[in-house]
């Protein structure tokens, strides 16, 4: 399976990139990711308290020019987000993106980066299905998800949202990706 991308990652760096972050989840076309009234502070707070779990990790893509396009969050499902609200199976990886919004959007950018992070969280063998839960109502991650091989499974309740549970095996990804 060819899944180049002219995406790379680097872990997040809480205190240098937060100035950054703080602009990405505080916009209004940010609203899913409920960080709206977050200050600069929160926000350094937040990724402080992922960089220092073992069970959830923030990463920055970068563009090729080596900018920050984009953030990708992963997590142990069994420990983090999801947590008694579903039966999770080995190999399962937990995934949340962002990507900022801008006033000169790119046709194809988000399918793009949704690619390049669950090919990079498939590039670990131990990763045998990727869960999300995104809130009901972004039907434009629904899609994204749908594109890119995710399934979904069932609404679920979760403190802060209703959330749609849905995976995507390797296999459902290869044939996605290779359908273009």
Not at 87 to 101: C, I, K, N, R, S
């Amino acid at each position: 399976m060819s899944t180049t991308t002219p995406f790379t990652f680097r872990p997040l760096d809480p205190l240098r990139d937060a100035e950054l972050l703080h602009r990405w989840v505080t916009h209004p076309k940010a609203v899913y990711w409920m960080m709206q009234d977050a200050r600069l502070e929160d926000v350094e707070r937040a990724y402080m308290e992922i960089a220092a779990d073992e069970h959830h990790h923030a990463l920055l893509g970068l563009g090729e020019d080596g900018e920050p396009a984009f953030l990708m969050e992963y997590y142990d499902p069994a420990h983090r987000e999801l947590a008694g609200l579903y039966e999770p199976e080995p190999g399962d990886v937990g995934m949340h993106f962002l990507t900022p919004a801008t006033d000169t959007p790119v046709h194809g950018f988000t399918k793009a980066v949704i690619t390049a992070v669950v090919a990079r969280l498939f590039e670990d063998p131990a990763a045998r299905r990727i869960v999300v839960e995104p809130d009901v109502g972004n039907k434009a991650v629904h899609a994204l998800n749908e594109a890119v091989g995710f399934v979904p499974v069932r609404e679920i309740r979760k403190p802060e949202k209703t959330a749609l549970l849905s995976y995507c095996t390797r296999e459902r990804f290869e044939q996605a990706v290779a359908a273009g």
